[in-house]
């Protein structure tokens, strides 16, 4: 495990065209972190950077992605025209020969995980404060500190295949189950036209998604990763509050929605609904009963009632926890079911790239650190996950790791599907059978193509 | 409280046939009779000499004729094949004597004869005709059950039963008497079927109040035959009685609760009828009519097989009926007999009377509706009625979604319960047990079928239509139902055409719609490749799984599916791989072949593939050299 904090040298984001004059190089920089670097320090890195970018356009039309010196590894992201983000790490680094950084690589930040890294940060800014581009030039540097500073600070990113692999983990429903969540959404909105329904989460896993399939992650990041961990901490905490508050509450704003000033409060954000074909800005509203938690929006230009949102909630509350309690006896039936059928220690790993469906064997997951896939494996995971072209369109690759590790990789029809397996004394034919079978048994009901 | 009110329909729900069959009225030189068995009318000018006239609801049956007068008429009915008159008049003698007249073609024939009842000192209180040569003598002493040969003018004794009744009460439908012993205490059912009678159960009332004729009916509802009783002021309160209840008592047939007890709430004189399986129940003093359904599923009140019903509907006034002029309605010349039949004797009309389906969704609360949805699913005549209300539902979505889900629940599970007769009925074969479901009452059935043609199809762009499907599929599964081709055609149709692809992959990924070959190449047609091949590799359509990926360029995949799923191969012509093949890289071509020629028995290269045997010796000979 790597901790992001004591391994991410700085991350900055900088746009040339804001101080062309010499004088005015700082501000070009719309943020830095860390904080304490001085203002030379900081016209120096984001200057080498500029000088790179600019020096590879030369060769490439396309940007810039990475640059790696003997110390220091930078990737580099140009989410919009002329807006750099650049995240930097630092590499372990002997004086032997470079073949040595073969062995001693997996100690750092996998690239692909790095440049993820900046991907999602820039789409959660975007979600809540827009493109860079619509920030007027005076707002900017402010907006991009108080966004960015909590968000650097609170990432915990590690080397685990789920930051690899940004999915979504679903939650398996019956149908009558997964039909009561659809008619709930439907009678909400059919009774508050207003308001629309964008996603509906249980525990960590989502059940409906009202998104766009780029807008869903980073929505659902921000509640899982961000919003109900915290959400979580505080029913512990208050355990009597909680169950005071059994019929559900906002949670976004934090306080809740009790008077008309709270509505002042409503987070905005940018996004676009799945059927729809460009973002727009709404207002967020989260609610959240039990272990369930629904998030809804609304156009920003509606005129808001405080009215609505009490009747809203005096109507969603029971409504709510009576599926949430519905939904927990299915979890637990299925819970007891995977349990038995994930007895074995198979690791696989599932990815769908249509509806970023995610889905790992139990020995894959976070709660049992123990049995982490080892860095070399998931180095080589991440290669085959990023270099989608070598695969096409469906394919297998077998590798095999020094250590007796085979790890094999399926792409069929937009989906992948990662076995782990160690095996001393096995061959490619063993290997692609128990391979076979373990798709076979996990992924009912998909269609894979032959191999 | 929100209203519901049916477009168009009319406040009445309760009306008179429109056309009402006229006789002359009752007057001192006219007589005027009623069979209910036959539903006829008989007029009796002068005791006959000047003329009979017999009208019924069926034309066919009419007739006149003329006769002798031999004393006052106290009964005068047609058997059931309107072959035989019987005639029971009021003698000086009291003697329990019937007379006979043979018919021809409605006609009197000359042969006429008489029977005495086999009691020669019992008194005559009626009699009935169970079956077409079948009569029953009804006495106080007993009934006798006899055969009449018209032939040989003569009456056969074939059972006879001893009773001590003063009165009785009878149905025609289920062929049982009803005699009233002990003051009317005590109420004694019989069965007269196969010549012969059967004593059934008695009826116990309560000896302190004992029933007069007058609150006595045997009425046949939902399959059974139930004695209806009249119970005044229940609570015994002399000053002050309560309302007036109807107990309906089990007499016959198989029920889950024997005894019904219907809520008036109201006091003074009372009439009943049978509609459509619904009880009629008639008010003079407040002119209004209240309707009872026993077949609607209530909390029983603590005792065992007795439960309570209140009126399904607020009271409301019989339509005003026209003779051609409005006549006046709950008439105290009003005779009401079972089970429809209601005759004004002063104006000389026979009417029957009938439900008006439409007018139960007039103006009733909207948490009303799906009850009142159950209540019209068990009627006959109720299917345009249910579908009117499905479609105003529909079309106002947005202010009765909650209302349309659980109508769509009551509809299911009558859909589902028909469903389940039907399968074990085939299960049981044709010639099983058909004969027996003949007589039960088939209620309207709203099919998935049904429902998409008649609902949905005409309204595929009303804005909350998604929503609709969505209820309605819910519903399905709720019942335990699988949602069929029809309502997933829909679905897909409907989510499509307002633009929510998104939740049409979702209910796919989760297999709320059933896998079917239709749906996937709906999938496929829309552009989700991804759920059309799984749906077809779960239906092991493999030959559509080639032939989309041929259609995708990937010849190498195809005949892996070919040779791969589900252990069977699946032919595929070779010369369609090889097709495929030829244009891609010659490593593909080569590969392709190979493989075929090591599979010959399904799609080894053959027919027509002359032209790919060239290219490959092309290929190879190009390698070689």
């Known amino acids: 495990m790597i901790d992001v904090k004591t391994k991410i040298t700085s991350f900055f984001i900088f746009n040339s065209s804001f101080g062309p004059k010499e004088g005015e190089e700082l501000k070009r920089v719309l943020f830095f972190h860390p904080n304490h670097i001085s203002p030379d320090a900081r016209k120096n890195q984001v200057g080498l950077c500029e000088a790179v970018v600019k020096f590879m356009s030369t060769f490439s039309s396309e940007p810039c992605e990475a640059l790696q010196t003997q110390t220091k590894r930078y990737i580099f992201y140009q989410p919009e025209k002329g807006y750099w983000m650049v995240l930097v790490v630092t590499i372990p680094y002997a004086t032997k020969a470079t073949s040595a ?351 | 409280m929100a209203k519901f009110s049916l477009d168009d329909s009319e406040e009445y729900y309760i009306k008179l046939s429109d056309q009402p069959k006229r006789f002359d009225a009752d007057s001192p030189v006219t007589n005027v009779f009623f069979d209910d068995t036959n539903g006829q009318v008989f007029t009796v000018r002068s005791g006959g000499v000047t003329g009979v006239t017999v009208i019924g609801m069926d034309n066919s049956k009419n007739t006149s004729f003329r006769m002798e007068d031999r004393g006052p008429i106290i009964s005068i009915k047609f058997s059931p094949d309107h072959k035989i008159l019987a005639i029971q008049r009021n003698h000086e003698s009291q003697n329990p004597v019937i007379e006979f007249v043979n018919f021809k073609d409605l006609a009197p024939t000359n042969v006429e004869y008489s029977h005495t009842c086999k009691w020669k000192n019992a008194k005559l209180v009626g009699f009935v005709w169970p079956k077409a040569n079948e009569i029953a003598f009804v006495t106080d002493h007993g009934i006798e059950l006899l055969q009449v040969l018209p032939e040989k003018k003569q009456l056969k004794s074939l059972k006879s039963t001893s009773f001590s009744g003063a009165w009785f009460s009878w149905c025609a439908l289920s062929n049982i008497v009803l005699l009233a012993g002990n003051n009317g205490a005590l109420l004694q059912p019989f069965l007269l079927n196969n010549s012969s009678i059967t004593k059934l159960q008695k009826l116990e009332l309560d000896a302190a109040r004992p029933v007069v004729e007058r609150d006595v009916f045997l009425l046949r509802l939902c399959d059974a035959t139930w004695c209806a009783v009249f119970r005044h002021g229940v609570t015994t309160n002399v000053t002050a009685p309560g309302p007036t209840e109807v107990w309906l008592l089990l007499v016959s047939g198989t029920v889950s609760h024997s005894t019904h007890i219907l809520k008036t709430g109201l006091v003074g004189r009372f009439a009943v009828n049978v509609v459509d399986d619904l009880v009629v129940v008639h008010h003079q003093s407040s002119q209004t009519s209240l309707l009872f359904d026993i077949a609607e599923t209530v909390g029983t009140d603590g005792h065992v097989g007795q439960v309570s019903h209140a009126p399904l509907l607020p009271p409301a006034p019989l339509r005003p009926a026209r003779v051609p002029d409005l006549c006046p309605m709950y008439s105290s010349n009003w005779v009401v007999f079972q089970p429809d039949y209601i005759i004004d004797a002063r104006l000389g009309c026979l009417w029957r009377v009938t439900l008006v389906p439409s007018a139960l969704a007039h103006n009733i609360p909207k948490d009303d509706i799906p009850r009142i949805v159950a209540v019209l699913l068990r009627r006959s005549d109720s299917e345009d009625t249910i579908y009117r209300i499905l479609v105003q539902l529909v079309e106002n979505t947005d202010s009765y979604l909650v209302e349309l889900t659980k109508v769509f629940d009551e509809i299911n599970s009558v859909y589902k319960q028909w469903a389940e007769c039907e399968m074990a009925r085939s299960v049981a074969g044709v010639g099983g047990n058909a004969g027996t479901e003949v007589g039960s009452r088939t209620p309207v059935v709203v099919s998935q079928t049904d429902f998409c043609t008649r609902v949905l199809h005409a309204r595929a762009h009303m804005p909350r239509l998604v929503q609709v499907v969505a209820a309605y599929a819910a519903s399905l599964w709720r019942q335990g139902l699988v949602v069929q081709q029809p309502v997933a055609e829909a679905c897909v149709r409907v989510l499509v055409s307002h633009g929510r692809g998104g939740r049409l992959r979702a209910l796919v990924r989760r297999r709320c719609l059933p896998d079917s070959r239709p749906l996937a190449c709906q999938l496929l047609a829309l552009g989700e490749l991804q759920l059309a091949l799984d749906m077809m590799a779960r239906l092991q359509r493999t030959a559509d799984i080639v032939e989309v990926l041929l259609g995708w360029d990937e010849p190498v995949a195809a005949a892996g599916v070919s040779r791969s799923s589900g252990g069977v191969p699946v032919p595929v012509p070779a010369r369609k791989l090889l097709a495929a093949a030829r244009p891609r890289p010659p490593h593909t071509f080569l590969a392709l072949y190979h493989a075929l020629q090591l599979q010959p028995v399904t799609s080894a290269p053959g027919e027509q593939c002359d032209i790919y045997d060239e290219y490959y010796k092309q290929l190879t000979s190009e390698q070689t050299s």
């Open chain 1, 101 to 451: 950084i073969g062995e001693t690589r997996g100690e750092v930040l996998n690239p692909s995980i790095m440049s993820d890294l900046l991907v999602s940060a820039y789409k959660m800014f975007k979600l809540f404060m827009g493109s860079f581009k619509d920030i007027p030039m005076e707002n900017i540097y402010s907006t991009c500190e108080e966004f960015f500073n909590p968000y650097i600070m609170s990432k915990n990113l590690t080397n685990d295949i789920s930051d690899l692999i940004q999915g979504v983990s679903y939650l398996p429903l019956d149908k009558n189950c997964f039909f009561k969540v659809i008619c709930l959404i439907d009678l909400l909105e059919v009774t508050y036209p207003d308001f629309k329904c964008i996603s509906f989460v249980y525990n960590d896993q989502l059940i409906w998604n009202g998104l766009a399939t780029n807008d869903m992650l980073t929505l659902y990041q921000y509640l899982v990763q961000t919003l109900l961990p915290k959400q979580v901490e505080k029913e512990i905490q208050g355990g009597a509050v909680a169950a005071a508050q059994r019929h559900g509450r906002f949670i976004s704003p934090p306080d809740g929605i009790r008077t008309s000033d709270d509505l002042k409060k409503l987070v905005k954000v940018y996004l676009r609904c799945e059927d729809d074909t460009e973002s727009k800005q709404y207002y967020l509203i989260i609610y959240r009963t039990l272990s369930a938690t629904m998030c809804f929006t609304i156009d920003v230009n509606t005129t808001l009632e405080i009215e609505t949102f009490r009747s809203l909630d005096a109507f969603i509350g029971p409504h709510l926890s009576t599926i949430a309690s519905t939904i927990s006896e299915q979890c637990a039936l299925h819970a007891l079911q995977t349990a038995q059928m994930l007895g074995t220690d198979q690791k696989f790993v599932y990815f769908n790239r249509l509806n970023l469906a995610y889905k790992s064997s139990a020995s894959l997951s976070k709660l049992v650190p123990s049995t982490a896939i080892k860095p070399e494996v998931l180095s080589i995971i991440a290669d085959i996950h990023t270099d989608r072209k070598s695969l096409g369109n469906y394919g297998e690759v077998i590798i095999k790791t020094p250590d007796e590790y085979w790890i094999t990789g399926k792409t069929s029809n937009e989906r992948e599907f990662y076995v782990i397996i160690q095996e001393k004394n096995a061959n490619l034919k063993e290997i692609a059978d128990e391979v076979k079978r373990i798709c076979e048994a996990q992924m009912k009901g998909i269609f894979f193509y032959p191999m």
